[in-house]
């Protein structure tokens, strides 16, 4: 099965207006890794999560880990935020191809398209991109409703 994909175009009036980016999901071990490092750091921190949450699924257990991230060791915090800039390429006009420094020149971009990782690789809208940006999701026939 396809992994969902997502084109983000930013519209902010700053240095990255008109970039479009390609955000590519997770496979789903590499979102189980992500997800119990977040939790075992967050355990580490004194942070219970509730068994329901857990049990919930991988949204709510994703949200759950976003509202608490504050309290993560800053080390594991920022491990698991740049991360999520792995599933993220630039598009060209002939080719999409991964990051480099220079490519995002706005830390409210950066912001921005992890929280669209987020909201593709966990399937909820908890993360608020911002009105400023345009999302077009790609499904796979299978995943319409």
Known sequence: MTRKTSTITITDDNRDKHKSFKLTEWP???TEQWVFRA???LGKAG???PPEILQLGA???AYFIGMQATKLPSRLGIRLANELMECVQVV???INRSLVEND????STRLKLKGEVL???FGFFGFDASPNSESHTKEHPSQKR
């Open 92 to 94: 060209e006009e002939k």
């Open 119 to 121: 909201k593709l690789t």
């Open 47 to 49: 942070v219970e999560i």
């Open 39 to 41: 939790v075992f750091g």
């Open 28 to 30: 789903a071990s590499k």
């Open 59 to 61: 949204a709510p257990t």
């Open 104 to 107: 995002i020149e706005e830390l």
